[in-house]
């Protein structure tokens, strides 16, 4: 992807409040099969984009939480975001790659992310991660996954394309297993959090989007592709969707 590329993708998606599927309450419900966090404890949030769910995992717990992501331009809204929350002294935003963590070793209570694991790999990113947890940490990832063992060729397609990676989810639990932790918890996010919370706001944006971008052919093709995806998922939506796998190191 060249430059040019992204950083219109990055101007699109900062138009909108999430940058992949999911809700306050999905966050909530994962939090809910992590124990033991207490003020002292150290949330990364990874691949926070513009930090949604980093202020949800602030508000619903008492530790630090350090959202993480690296692209500026969400960093930037999410800072000013955290300015604007009253959270500022457990809110931490950075600029960083999830490959090349700036955390130490043992450091973290959990790690968090949400539809952004693909970036470097599910199982990689697992295994990779596993050494900034403290003993018996969690984590808690939301990844696309398949909800059957065979599907239409038309959408295992599009997947082939756009992510590979995209597995069932009792391989992806195996891979979770792979990288050294014991499964505590996976659930599928319902669909509103696709449609209501992540593709109706697109819907609503893209006029003003493509006005700000008139006449470039990028722009108008990002629409395209976008709104390409909406139908793959309403026509398809009974094979794939996200889920969130929570497990603890071992
Ligand atoms: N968690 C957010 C964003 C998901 S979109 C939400 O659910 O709304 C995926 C995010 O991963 C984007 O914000 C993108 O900028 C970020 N990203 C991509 N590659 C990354 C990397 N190597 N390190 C950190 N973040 C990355």
């Known amino acids: 992807m060249c430059d040019i590329d992204l950083k219109l993708i990055c101007e699109y998606y900062s138009k909108i409040d999430r940058q992949g599927p999911g809700s306050p309450e999905i966050t909530r419900k994962a ?13 990364a949030d990874l691949g926070c984009g513009t930090g949604g769910q980093s202020m949800e995992l602030a508000r619903a717990t008492e530790g630090q939480v350090y959202g993480l992501d690296l692209f500026p331009h969400f960093i930037d809204i999410f800072q ?16 960083g790659s999830m490959d090349k963590l ?19 790999g599910f199982e990689e990113g697992l295994q990779y991660w596993r050494r900034f947890l403290k003993k018996d940490g969690y984590v808690a990832v939301s990844e696309a ?40 918890a996976s659930f599928v996010l319902p669909d509103y959090c696709w449609t209501e919370n992540f593709y109706k706001p697109q819907i609503s944006m893209q006029d003003s989007f493509l006005k700000e971008n008139e006449g470039s052919k990028a722009a108008q093709e990002l629409v395209e592709s976008q709104n390409f995806e909406m139908r793959m998922y309403e026509q398809y939506k009974k094979y794939y969707g996200y889920a969130f796998y929570i497990g603890r190191k071992i």
């Open 145 to 184: 996954s398949w909800f059957s063992r065979e599907r239409p060729k038309e959408i295992q397609d599009f997947w082939e394309r756009e992510y590979p990676g995209i597995d069932t989810i009792p391989n992806k639990m195996a891979q979770m297993q792979n990288a050294g932790y014991s499964l505590v």
């Open 102 to 120: 700036p955390f130490q070793e043992e450091e973290l209570d959990l790690v968090w992310s949400e539809g952004a694991i693909y970036n470097i």
């Open 31 to 43: 939090l809910s099969f992590v124990n033991g966090l207490e003020p002292a404890s150290k949330i």
């Open 80 to 95: 000013k975001n955290i300015n604007a929350s009253g959270l500022q002294n457990r809110l931490t935003a950075l600029v």
